[in-house]
């Protein structure tokens, strides 16, 4: 497996340098996100550190298992750490309210593998290779020869399996097999994680299936699969936020489909756009770019303000516009 000496080497050596630490996540946190940043944590804790571990937002409720000890917890001002580190988020934009919080600072520590990534640390380490930041976590706590408690095995895997598409992505690596392998040799619960993450969706999530079924859309000669969810569709499904991580995948999977797109209302003129690609001529990074977001080569979203039929008008457009460079 190979290893990133010079950056790891800085990191731990900071680590080292530090008592008090602050690990924070993206909003809206997926499981990469919340595997990193709770296996870390753990890490930290284990080595006689004092750690917090903030998000914005809570822990969606499939990932809660890993959490039972709530150290997932929102941002509260008036703190003061000798180390923040932010794990999975692209951008500093992307911590939400916890960046308000963590002003208070020594060093901020980057540790991400989003192309898209802006360098806003002190130190960055940013390896666009790597198909999860739960691996460079891995990576990590390997190299400082930290031990691999259960806890921190099962939050390590739920952060590779579920952004690597339980390991069927394309972007999934020889080296990430041997990652899991390792994380379950030293103690992961891979029937756990499985039946938690992948085999127990709560009935709204379901409810918000049947309504994505009923109302996706085809086009450009079905290459294209799209569809909106509004607020009013959470209210009707009894359904939150965290319930549509992943949906976008059931309209990915159709066999013509090269690029799906869910549109998702936050304010009547402000719309949340996930991208998936499944070629690799395709690039739904540069595509979100174009509004102000990013993310990897095949997974992508932005935040995008105006009219919710001219957001989707401009998306499709450009979308079209990839698909058919891709074939000239």
């Avoid at 990652?179 to 891979?190: D, H, I």
């Avoid at 095949?298 to 079209?320: C, D, E, N, T, Y």
Wanted: charged share 25%; proline share 5%; hydrophobic share 40%.
């Amino acid at each position: 497996m190979k290893a990133h000496p010079k950056i790891i080497d800085r990191i731990l050596e900071a680590i080292r340098n530090c008592q008090t630490f602050c690990v924070v996540g993206h909003i809206r946190p997926d499981g990469d996100c919340i595997g990193s940043q709770l296996g870390l944590t753990l890490a930290l804790l284990h080595q006689g550190k004092k750690a917090v571990c903030w998000n914005q937002d809570p822990i969606p409720h499939k990932l809660a298992f890993l959490d039972p000890s709530k150290l997932v917890r929102p941002p509260e001002e008036g703190w003061r750490f000798d180390c923040v580190i932010a794990t999975d988020s692209a951008s500093f934009e992307r911590l939400g309210a916890v960046g308000d919080c963590v002003k208070e600072r020594g060093l901020l520590i980057n540790i991400d593998h989003h192309e898209s990534n802006t360098r806003y640390g002190d130190i960055n380490w940013v390896s666009g290779q790597e198909p999860s930041t739960g691996e460079l976590i891995f990576y990590l706590l390997r190299a400082a020869n930290w031990p691999f408690t259960p806890a921190i095995c099962d939050c390590l895997f739920t952060a590779v399996s579920t952004d690597t598409g339980s390991f069927q992505y394309p972007n999934t690596r020889p080296a990430t097999y041997h990652v899991a392998a390792e994380l379950v040799r030293q103690g992961a619960n891979l029937a756990k994680i499985c039946d938690e993450v992948y085999q127990s969706y709560p009935l709204p999530r379901v409810r918000l299936l049947k309504l994505l079924y009923n109302k996706f859309r085809l086009t450009h000669e079905n290459q294209i699969a799209y569809f909106w969810l509004k607020k009013s569709d959470f209210a009707r499904a009894g359904a939150d936020m965290s319930d549509s991580e992943g949906l976008i995948d059931h309209i990915r999977d159709i066999e013509p489909v090269i690029v799906a797109c869910v549109f998702e209302e936050i304010e009547p003129e402000l719309t949340r756009i996930s991208l998936r690609s499944k070629s690799d001529r395709v690039s739904v990074n540069e595509i979100a770019s174009q509004f102000g977001g990013g993310g990897h080569q095949a997974a992508a979203g932005a935040r995008i303000q105006g009219r919710p039929l001219s957001v989707q008008r401009q998306v499709i457009a450009a979308i079209k516009k990839a698909l058919n460079s891709k074939h000239s």
